[in-house]
């Protein structure tokens, strides 16, 4: 188990020297830790949860109860989120990639952002901050749009309306998103009112927007909350209250192909690396992923073990504050992307958190006499905003 804490430091050299202390303490703890049981990334229908009956609901939980004590990761099917609503955000994410002009994308790059939202060059930012300094290390080679839900919360992106007090990371009280512009890329947001032909050409493609795509995830991400309140001996009510204005980050991510495409190999390292080997920061990431696999997590016994898409299936993954609020009970484990096709590849992870005001205490449920609460209480804003300084190139 990892048991790695993180400092909080002022500049970013000192930040990010934390952060691959971090990185490496959790990479070092995989390797000593012995496999119990077979390392498993599992599929589980959450169609049952849907149901009135508590002990259906139970039911579900226990499943992501031993998933997320064995590797952190599972893939979810039953969610309820209709294909054409999947197929129409990856092709956001091409469009945004492929359509929108350079000097558009520029004008929107995340280094003019407090809160990293906007858009990200490949090389901007290494999720490992070892990389830096690795001399002939090839860019990472995704390149992404971050945008989270404020506006959201005025009745735009959240279907539940939200409670009007969303503060950023670091507690303001403004907005941190950016949007491109609806006439460089007509129907991103979703405000624009479908009038022309022209226009309904992209809908006829079942392009629909961010808004239609955050609001039902961010609803699953509260429905799963309630499983991860009952996985975790919780009432299934325990976390609603820290849900009403919650943090979330939606990326939209493309992968070029490479040009050429390596087999998984433990004895060679790998050149190009998609996304570089990392833990997600938040309690837990909805993600999905275009048919081009690539996503691999790393196993206890220090090896890679591909984790590839799931048809219909979200791949849904415990990250590092949920490991900290249940006092290491729950694993966010190292990941990492490399994109061994010939094909593109997109994905859209959603980084799902409290609201990030909540000041939260190791759950009541995951200390004991023998594993006594290994945190002091922090901020999730706090925490969050600290782990994402480490990795931009400032
Ligand atoms: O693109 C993927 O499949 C994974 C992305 C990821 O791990 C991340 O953005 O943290
Ligand atoms: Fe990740």
């Known amino acids: 188990m990892a048991t790695a804490t993180l400092s909080y430091s002022s500049t970013q050299s000192e930040a990010r020297q934390a952060a691959q202390q971090y990185l490496n303490s959790r990479l070092a703890n995989g390797a000593a830790s012995k496999l119990q049981k077979p390392f498993t990334v599992p599929e589980i229908n959450i169609a ?48 945004f990639c ?41 860019p990472e080679t995704k390149e992404g749009f971050n945008s989270n839900s404020y506006r959201g919360y005025e009745a735009g992106l959240d ?22 512009s609806e006439d460089d890329i007509p129907g991103f947001y979703g405000k624009y009112q479908i009038q022309s032909s022209w226009l309904r050409q992209y809908a006829n493609r079942g392009i629909e927007t961010i808004k239609d795509y955050y609001g039902q995830v961010l609803n699953l991400a509260r429905h799963l909350f309630r499983l991860f309140a009952l996985s975790l001996d919780l009432p299934e009510n325990h976390f609603e209250d820290m849900m009403t204005h919650p943090g979330g980050i939606a990326r939209l991510l493309y992968y070029p192909a490479p040009k050429n495409p390596q087999p998984l190999d433990p004895k060679q390292k790998d050149k190009e690396i998609g996304l570089g080997a990392h833990s997600d920061y938040e309690c837990f990431t909805i993600l999905l ?38 006092n290491g009970v729950y694993k966010s484990t190292v990941h990492r992307v490399v994109n061994r096709t010939r094909n593109e590849r997109y994905s859209v992870p959603f980084f799902f958190s409290i609201n990030y005001d909540q000041m939260v205490e190791t759950l009541p449920s995951c200390v004991s006499a023998e594993n006594p609460s290994k945190y002091p209480p922090i901020r999730a804003g706090e925490y969050v905003l600290e782990r994402l300084r480490a990795t931009a190139n400032e």
């Open 48 to 95: 049952s949860s849907f149901s009135s009956s508590l002990e259906d609901r139970k039911a579900v939980a226990a499943q992501i109860h031993e998933a997320c004590t064995n590797s952190g990761f599972f893939h979810i099917t039953g969610h309820g989120i209709p294909e054409q609503t999947r197929t129409a955000i990856l092709a956001l994410a091409k469009r």
């Open 98 to 138: 492929k359509e929108l002009p350079q000097e558009k994308k520029e004008a929107l790059h995340v280094k003019n952002s407090n809160y990293f939202r906007g858009w990200e060059p490949a090389d901007f930012s290494y999720v490992n901050p070892g990389d830096w300094s690795v001399e002939d290390a090839a």
């Open 159 to 180: 279907p539940a309306g939200g409670d009007g007090e969303y503060r950023e990371l670091d507690g303001a009280d403004v907005n941190g998103n950016v949007w491109p």
């Open 289 to 326: 992923c275009s048919s081009a696999s690539g996503l691999e997590i790393l196993s206890p016994d220090d090896t890679w073990v591909p984790a590839p898409a799931v048809d219909g299936s979200f791949i849904i993954n415990v990250a590092d504050f949920l490991m900290r609020w249940t």
